[in-house]
């Protein structure tokens, strides 16, 4: 068994992989399960791509902190990361980041805390002359 992780903005998931017969479970639910149509495209989409690999292991994901599409994301890249330890299969990741760089490497961006003097952390009070 082997266990990674991926982040994106607050959210951790934590990805196990083991052999099986390619059930794929989200915080105790069948990825099959999770009713938002979107979610589960972007978490299937590493399960998709690996093709065969993905019918011979069964992965469970842990994933808290952030919203929605953050959790679905963070998911993504826990699963592709699993596949490729798993595999140890060099020309996977090399298909993985020939597709889309952020299947593997997690995305460095955070939300700008927000600042006195203003509503949010660039915009600014509307200044008024009466």
Avoid: C, W
């Amino acid at each position: 068994m082997i266990v990674v992780r991926g982040k994106r903005k607050e959210s951790i998931a934590s990805a196990s992989i083991k052999k099986g017969k390619g059930v794929v479970r989200v915080n105790k639910r069948l990825l099959s399960a999770i009713p938002d149509f979107s979610q589960k495209l972007i978490m299937g989409e590493p399960i998709v791509l690996a093709g065969d690999v993905a019918m011979a292991v069964d992965i469970d994901v842990t994933v808290r902190g952030g919203g929605r599409m953050g959790q679905a994301e963070a998911v993504r890249v826990a699963i592709a990361r699993a596949f490729v330890e798993f595999t140890g299969n060099d020309e996977l990741k090399k298909f993985y980041m020939s597709v889309d760089r952020n299947l593997l490497v997690e995305d460095h961006r955070r939300v700008e805390p927000k600042k006195y003097l203003g509503p949010k952390a660039r915009a600014r009070f509307q200044k008024s002359y009466r």
